[in-house]
């Protein structure tokens, strides 16, 4: 069985005013390092951020366990600084962010200026165990072509600065603004790989392989791919959901190696990530098998018949399609956001709403997850999404 875990970077905000609270080392202090769940609480880039390294798992209801347990864990360590953990990849309101000061950190403020400053952004990292560094790259090669599909499944970032960026992910924009960041082209070989990670490397710009920041990378530091272009999710079971596909697509690409990688060049690909970031679930995607715009629910049925045959040879088809037909009838976290932000036009109810929704526990019977049920969606559109699932 092949094994699949999660980081996820969390806001830290004030337990009281909802704020951003620059007290991430602090809070990382409490926790004393690795817990007996096998999660790990680390710093990131910015003090009002709070790193979740969830252990590895091989199953969908173990990543579920793992992500709740990992999100417990945050916020208890956040209440011993009087804060919360909310799962937003970018804080609503305006603010000025603060520096964790580790050497690396101060060098890449110094080296990359306002690009640093603003990126206080919080992504999910689905990493996906591998045999070898040949079947990693084959499969970066080959499930390129679907990242912009997980992207708008994650799409939870709409509000930047105090207003609404008229996009679902405006976090992959502010992220894209890494030079590094963003698609690759199709490397062929571990060779091809190395050869293009050394030539960026050579020019000076990235200060080390680790800023390497591709949307689907190899691990430098274990053997796994690594998926980093989606937002952190609201709800678990999103997230837990799309780590899913993201081990569907790696086990498919590991079967399916005979078949030459789909050549799409990287700047056409950049687009179709653009496109995912501005539109989410609520309107055309990419289509990988045209390269045109499609209804998502369309594209994101493509997804889905693509790993099928690995989701029913786990058992976990069903509960996949359960929680995705629940994101294409009410929307992603984007949706549900300027849904709290539309009763008052007020950027903490988007905060506040964000935290019952990143904590919230519902009972839920073996082998099923729970699905995402606010208000909205149209029933039009959610039965042509269920027959495109179908």
């Known amino acids: 069985m092949r094994t699949f875990g999660v980081e996820e970077e969390l806001l830290l905000v004030d337990g009281l005013t909802l704020e951003p609270l620059a007290a991430a080392e602090q809070a990382v202090a409490s926790a004393h390092g690795t817990t007996a ?17 969830c252990p590895p798992q091989t199953s969908l209801a173990g990543q579920l366990e793992a992500i709740r347990t990992g999100r417990a864990l945050a916020a208890s360590a956040a209440a011993n ?9 970018l804080p609503p309101q305006r603010l000025v962010s603060h520096l964790v000061p580790k050497p690396r950190f101060r060098k890449m403020e110094k080296l990359f200026g306002i690009t640093a400053d603003e990126q206080l952004t919080n992504g999910f990292h689905v990493h996906v165990e591998v045999d070898s ?15 912009p599909t997980l992207l708008a499944l994650s799409a939870n970032s709409p509000f930047w600065a105090g207003q609404d960026s008229g996009y679902g992910s ?18 062929g070989s571990v060779q091809g790989y190395e050869r293009h990670q050394q030539a960026l490397l050579r020019t000076g710009v990235p200060l080390d392989a680790g800023m390497l920041y591709f949307d689907v990378r190899v691990c430098e530091h274990q053997p796994t791919v690594e998926v980093r272009i989606t937002d952190v999710c609201l709800d678990p079971a999103h997230a837990a959901v799309i780590a ?65 045959p690995v989701l029913e040879e786990l058992g976990e088809l069903d509960p996949v399609r359960q929680v995705v037909q629940g994101i294409l009838r009410h929307g992603s976290g984007a949706h549900f956001q300027r849904q709290a932000y539309a009763q008052r036009h007020s950027v903490y109810d988007v905060v506040a ?18 699905v995402l049920r606010p208000e909205g969606g149209s029933p039009a559109a959610s039965d042509q999404a269920q027959r495109w699932l179908a």
């Open 81 to 89: 600084v009087r804060g919360q953990v909310v799962a937003l990849p």
């Open 244 to 308: 899913t596909l993201v081990r569907a697509l790696v086990e498919t690409a590991a079967r399916d190696t005979q078949r030459p990688p789909v050549q799409v060049p990287a700047a056409e690909l950049r687009l179709w990530s653009f496109q995912a970031s501005r539109a989410g679930v609520g309107g055309a995607l990419v289509d990988p098998a045209s390269g045109a715009p499609s209804p998502a629910a369309e594209v994101v049925a493509g997804l889905l018949r693509a790993v099928r």
């Open 353 to 370: 709403a964000a935290l019952q929704r990143t904590h919230g526990h519902q009972p839920v019977p073996p082998g099923v997850l729970p």
């Open 170 to 187: 405006y976090r992959y924009q502010v992220w894209s603004r890494w030079p590094t960041s963003g698609p690759s082209e199709v490397f």
């Open 37 to 53: 769940t096998g999660h790990q609480l680390t710093v990131e880039l910015k003090q009002e951020q709070l790193e979740i390294v």
């Open 133 to 147: 560094p040949e079947e990693a790259v084959a499969a970066v090669d080959r499930i390129r072509i679907w990242l």
